[in-house]
Structures are given as C-alpha cells and as structure tokens.
C-alpha cells in the first residue's frame, strides 16, 4: 500500500495498531498530545507530526484513536482547517460513538468505525468494522487489509450489530481472563506452582481455540469428543451444564451488549415491547391457529396464522415465536401467555434444564414440539424477555382478542 497513514493519538490501543500496520510499509504519521508516548514507535517510515493539520494535509488514511470524550474536540480542530482541500478517510477507534456522530460533525466526511480489543496489541485481534454513508466498497477494503495486520477482521453491515461484536470480541478477553484465572486457582490449590499453573491453563485455552478453528465439527460434537463415558470430563461437563454455566456466560455478553447500546444511546438497539400471545386448536390434535398482538409506543400490530393439523400446545408457542420473529433487533420485551406450560418453561427455568439434558426431560424423554422450543429458547437470549402468565377467556382485552384472532384463523381456513 502506498498510502499514507496518519494517526491521531497513539495510547495503548492506537500504539498496537501502528505496530501491526507498520508491516504493511506504508509512510506512517502520528500526532501524539504527550509526545514522549509515542517516541518509542518512531522508525524510519514512522514520524512525529507537529498538529493535528499537519496529519490531515499530509495522509490519505488518519485513524482517530483518542478517548470517547476527546474525540469532539478533535473533530472540532479538523473542522476548523477549512482551508484545506485534502479530504482523507476516516477510521475511528472510539467506544460508544455511532457513525452518525461524526458525519453529523463533519458533513460528507467519510468514516468506517472499528472496535479493536486488547489482544490486537500481540497482532492476534479481533476486530469488527462497519462504514459510514459515504464510504466506498474499495475504501471498506482497505481498511480490513490494515486491521488484518493485528489480527483478523469481520464486516458488519448493520452498525447496531457493533454492540454484540464489542461484548464478544471487546469484553470477551475479560471473560476469558476470569475462565483462566479459575483454572490457575484451582491448579495452584492442589500444589501446581504458579508458574506451570499459569502455563498449564494458558497453553489449554489457546490450543483449544486454535484446534477449534481448525475443525468442521460443531462445538457440541468438539465436546463430546473429550467426554468419554464415566470418564473425567463428562463429570465436570455435568457441574458446568448443572450450573447453567452457558447461560451465564450469554447473560454476561448480554449485559455488555446493554451498556454498549446504552453508551452509543443508541435507542434503536434496544426498544421497549409488549406481545400478547394466545394459540386454539379444534379436537387437539387438529385444525390450529395463532394469534399475536405486539404494542409499541402506542403502535399496535396483529399476527395470525393457521395449521392444518396442529396441537394447542403447539399453536401456543408458535404465537410466542411468531410474535418475537417480528423483532428485527434486540428489545425488552413483555410477553403475556395464558400458557402455564410456556410461562414455568422460562420462569422455572425448565428450559434450561432440557438443554442441559440433551434437549430431553425425566428419563430421556421426549420433548414434544423440539424446534419451536430451540427458537423460544435462542430468542430469549436475544432479548430482554419477561414472561408473564395471564388467565385465559378472563377481563384481559388483548389476550381475549388473541384469543378470538386465533379462532378466527381456524375457521378462515379450515376446509
């Protein structure tokens, strides 16, 4: 690449950066407020700028790389060189700031936003990135080129996606950090030196992932393929799946993806809900329907559907599903259901348990309508769901006009 880079702040994060892309050969220009941390990745393509002007008149690529909270004011400054006709792409490392932001500041201007994480800094990141309304397919490109020398690089296309990329990716060394620690603790506890404890679990997680990457198999069958019968995996496997150790880990990529949303008010990302849901069936099993209603901010929508042969079980859940499918980005939602048998799956966490178990309950039994319970149970991890349990044919209007849509499906369609 011929181009030049700039690079507007070079803290921990911008420093790893300019390290990795350094391999690229690319003439390197870095404006540093406190000089002296920037001195020591100064090289023969590599140099100091004076200003921020001097980046901005000189590079072709400047990557933004200062604190959330400064980065107005850097804006500020770019805006205030009015007078200078080149008009570099923009890459932006900040948490919490949606493209829009910049483009709002600077109009026209052409910005990819990026969420790097730590390990970027050993050239082994994982970065996403998504670009801005005036940013070409070629420029798109380019960008991916220069992150992939810190590691590698996935484009999102919705920027709303960027929150549940920077809770895996961003904070997810954090998790993985803690999973590491437990495992050096416990090794440690029965006389493992710190040292070998540190490697010994260290060496573990880096070799599973790489091996991982490597297979086509599934995660599941990875799993099972340690778990011999009665053999000492399988017993740790069970505490892990006992302790729904899954579903911590999702509800804790979750609550980092809430607070991303909530950093970028980003109030897209995360809308308040209400679906009521009811299913009827004739003869059971027989001619099905379902009906949902969602209601948000006032805004009402209806959702019917029939089958030909059907349960009343079956049609419940359908309505739970249809009703949730029609929410295209993650939301707090509020379902209502006279369904005991849905509501207790969640609130007692039945669910969970038939996960745990293979996707069986009791003594490997069956459990009936399997796919419709897998949906129910991924979007409950997509969104914020409160379930709740109302009484059937009862005073609630929007249950009871769930109710009559679902019937109505029925005799709309029954031959």
Not at 146 to 166: A, Y
Not at 372 to 393: A, P, R
Request: glycine share 6%; aromatic share 8%; net charge neutral.
């Amino acid at each position: 690449m011929n181009k030049v880079l700039g690079f507007i702040g070079a803290g921990n994060m911008g420093s790893s950066i300019i390290r990795g892309i350094k391999e690229s050969g690319s003439k390197i220009l870095i404006y540093e407020k406190y000089r002296d941390k920037a001195k020591s990745i100064i090289d023969k393509n590599t140099f100091l700028a004076d200003s921020v002007e001097e980046v901005i008149t000189k590079c072709d690529i400047v990557f933004l790389c200062v604190k959330p909270d400064a980065m107005e004011e850097v804006l500020d400054s770019i805006l205030d060189l009015k007078e200078i006709s080149n008009k570099p792409l923009y890459i932006t490392i900040a948490a919490g700031k949606l493209i829009n932001f910049y483009e709002n500041k600077i109009k026209e201007g052409r910005f990819i936003r990026v969420m790097p994480n730590m390990p970027a800094s050993i050239k082994k990141g994982m970065s996403s990135i998504c670009k801005g309304n005036y940013v070409s397919k070629e420029e798109l490109d380019e960008a991916v080129d220069l992150l992939d020398f810190v590691g590698k690089t996935i484009v999102v296309q919705n920027e709303s996606d960027m929150n549940i990329t920077t809770a895996v990716a961003g904070s997810g060394p954090a998790f993985v950090f803690m999973f590491i620690k437990a495992l050096e603790d416990i090794a440690i506890k029965y006389n493992i030196s710190r040292d070998d404890a540190r490697i010994m679990a260290c060496q573990m997680v880096l070799g599973s992932a790489e091996y991982a990457l490597n297979q086509k198999d599934s995660l599941e069958d990875l799993i099972k393929s340690i778990c011999s019968p009665n053999g000492t995996t399988i017993e740790g496997v069970n505490v892990l799946n006992s302790e729904n150790f899954e579903l911590i880990v999702q509800k804790a990529v979750l609550a980092a993806k809430n607070r991303s949303a909530q950093m970028s008010k980003d109030e897209k990302s995360c809308t308040n809900v209400e679906i009521y849901t009811d299913g009827a069936c004739i003869n059971n099993p027989g001619p099905g329907g379902y009906a949902a209603i969602l209601i948000h901010n006032g805004i009402e929508k209806e959702i019917t559907g029939y089958k030909e042969e059907a349960t009343n079980n079956e049609m419940e859940l359908m309505a739970a599903v249809q009703g949730l499918m029609q929410l295209n980005k993650s939301c707090e939602v509020k379902l209502y259901s006279d369904s005991a048998y849905l509501i207790n799956a969640f609130n007692q966490k039945w669910i969970d348990s038939w996960k745990n178990n293979g996707w069986t309950r009791g003594r490997n039994e069956e459990i009936k309508n399997l796919q419709l319970w897998k949906l129910l149970y991924e979007m409950n991890i997509k969104h914020s769901i409160t379930w709740i349990k109302v009484k059937g044919h009862s005073d609630n209007e929007y249950n009871n006009r769930c109710d009559k849509l679902a019937n109505k499906a029925i005799k709309e369609n029954k031959i």
